[in-house]
Nanobody
Framework: QMQPVESGGGLVQPGGSLRLSCAASGSSFSIDFMGWYREAPGKQREYVAFISSGNSPIYADSVKGRFTISRDNAKNTVDLQMNSLKPEDTAIYRC?????????WGQGTQVTVSS
């Protein structure tokens, strides 16, 4: 199975940008969907964006027009470019990889948007 490893979180001011990256490690299984979810304090996990193997992205309404998900099938990586960040984007962001018979989560990376 493919295990996700995230990088790229941090502290940024409102209006700023961050880029998250997720690399899949492990055996060469096919990855149907690669996605990003987030968990904010006191809130349920919510999806942010995910992308199919055919590079069709889906975004949550709260991030449309600000975030862009991209996937490199050759490298088994998925990135999330986050622009115009808001304090309500503060959360732990987790990468999810899903394929035949599996759905694996990364450890998560903290994104904090604060002045």
């Amino acid at each position: 199975q493919m295990q996700p490893v995230e990088s790229g979180g941090g502290l940024v001011q409102p209006g700023g940008s961050l880029r998250l990256s997720c690399a899949a490690s492990g055996s060469s299984f096919s990855i149907d969907f690669m996605g990003w979810y987030r968990e904010a304090p006191g809130k349920q996990r919510e999806y942010v964006a995910f992308i199919s193997s055919g590079n069709s992205p889906i975004y949550a309404d709260s991030v449309k027009g600000r975030f862009t998900i991209s996937r490199d099938n050759a490298k088994n990586t998925v990135d999330l470019q986050m622009n115009s960040l808001k304090p309500e984007d503060t959360a732990i962001y987790r990468c999810n990889l899903a394929g035949p018979g599996y759905s694996n989560w990364g450890q998560g990376t903290q994104v904090t948007v604060s002045s």
